[in-house]
């Protein structure tokens, strides 16, 4: 069997690369590699996702969650160059092709999840989060992550219908995270998600 991609130190053979990002706005080679998620191309759903997600309603720092060798990160902070873009992933390999490929700009932090500081909060977070990681470590990513959305903020994520978009989506509001589907694109939806602290109290 393949590797994954969340691998935290992939031991497949480097088999260094480069992909075009090419989005109306922004058009960007960035380096990449095997054991990387996606590192033949840009993944479609990611395409999508940066193509159909908006910036949050308020300024504030971003977040990449499982930012692989960076395309997200990248595109949000060619986007907002005065804006703090934090990339985060647990693979090395992906972590260390990120830092090469936003050595240019000066607003990417390139981390792992450990190294977030516990008092960050984030006005948007965006991801292709890693679902063939399993239905648990998906909810605990997002149990995780999405308490750290500052009031206002949204997180903006992308999910195939065929890998449970629609279910995900149904956990994410059941638990507290309002959320909505914004577009659905060759079968990618894009949800976006409410910071929790804006769900009225229940009435008993």
Same mark, same amino acid.
């Given at each position: ?54 910036? @949050?309603?308020?300024?504030?720092? =971003? ?5 692989? #060798? ?7 902070? /060619? ?15 992906? =972590?260390?092709? /990120? ?9 990417? /932090? ?13 006005? +948007?977070?965006?991801?292709? @989060? @890693? ?6 470590? =998906? ?36 638990? +507290? ?10 079968? #990618? ?16």
């Amino acid at each position: 069997m393949q590797e994954h991609y969340f691998s935290p130190a992939p031991s497949t053979p480097s088999r260094p690369d480069s992909v075009r990002l090419h989005l109306p706005d922004l058009d960007l080679t960035l380096a990449t590699d095997a054991g990387v998620f996606s590192g033949g191309r840009v993944d479609r759903g990611t395409r999508i996702l940066l193509e159909h997600a908006p910036m @949050p309603p308020r300024r504030g720092p =971003l977040l990449d969650l499982g930012c692989g #060798y960076g395309p997200i990160a990248l595109a949000l902070a /060619t986007r907002r160059r005065r804006l703090p873009v934090w990339a985060v992933d647990v693979n090395d390999r992906a =972590l260390a092709l /990120t830092r090469e490929n936003a050595a240019d700009l000066g607003n990417v /932090t390139v981390a792992r999840p450990e190294e977030v500081p516990d008092d960050l909060e984030f006005a +948007g977070i965006y991801s292709n @989060p @890693p679902i063939r990681s399993g239905k648990a470590a =998906l909810h605990a990513l997002m149990q995780r992550w999405l308490p750290r959305l500052a009031p206002e903020g949204r997180a903006y994520l992308v999910v195939h219908k065929h890998l449970g978009s629609d279910s995900f989506a149904d956990w994410l509001s059941a638990s +507290g995270w309002p959320t909505t589907r914004l577009v659905s694109v060759q079968g #990618y939806r894009v949800l976006e998600v409410s910071c929790s602290s804006e769900v009225p109290p229940s009435s008993g």
